[in-house]
């Protein structure tokens, strides 16, 4: 079981865009991953505190709760899980604290997931 991982990744999608979670949800469990969607902040952190994920992509749009970016306290509270922003809204990004979001390409997202998930697996 020790490379599961890489096999199988539980991913958490949260982005507003639907043009963007749509085409990503396909790539995703066609690539055997297992995914959730959540489209607001209150539906995001309702989501992590009652399943396990390996990994969020959270949009920048859905990044905010009260105007206040929720990855410091996804990263904090949920300290084993990946988190990769993507810039999905340029007026939500410029309130984020995230300057290392990514373009809203798949292949681009898709690449940084796989880079994360590599990380963990080869880790020590």
Request: charged letters at 20%; aromatic letters at 4%; one cysteine or more.
């Given at each position: 079981?020790?490379?599961?991982?890489?096999?199988?990744?539980?991913?958490?999608?949260?982005?507003?865009?639907?043009?963007?979670?749509?085409?990503?949800?396909?790539?995703?469990?066609?690539?055997?991953?297992?995914?959730?969607?959540?489209?607001n902040?209150?539906?995001?952190l309702?989501?992590?505190?009652?399943?396990?994920?390996?990994?969020?992509?959270?949009?920048?749009?859905?990044?905010?709760?009260?105007?206040?970016?929720?990855?410091?306290?996804?990263?904090?509270?949920?300290?084993?899980?990946?988190?990769?922003?993507?810039?999905?809204?340029?007026?939500?990004?410029?309130?984020?604290?995230?300057?290392?979001?990514?373009?809203?390409?798949?292949?681009?997202?898709?690449?940084?997931?796989?880079?994360?998930?590599?990380v963990?697996?080869?880790?020590?």
């Open positions: 079981n020790s490379h599961s991982m890489a096999d199988m990744a539980r991913v958490c999608l949260a982005i507003a865009d639907e043009s963007v979670s749509y085409e990503l949800l396909q790539n995703l469990v066609r690539l055997g991953h297992q995914t959730a969607t959540a489209y902040a209150p539906s995001l309702h989501r992590l505190g009652s399943e396990r994920f390996d990994i969020l992509l959270l949009g920048s749009s859905c990044a905010l709760l009260g105007g206040r970016s929720v990855a410091p306290f996804v990263k904090a509270t949920y300290a084993g899980m990946k988190v990769l922003v993507i810039n999905d809204d340029a007026a939500a990004s410029a309130i984020s604290d995230d300057d290392d979001a990514l373009a809203p390409s798949i292949p681009h997202i898709l690449l940084a997931l796989g880079q994360a998930l590599r963990d697996i080869t880790g020590d």
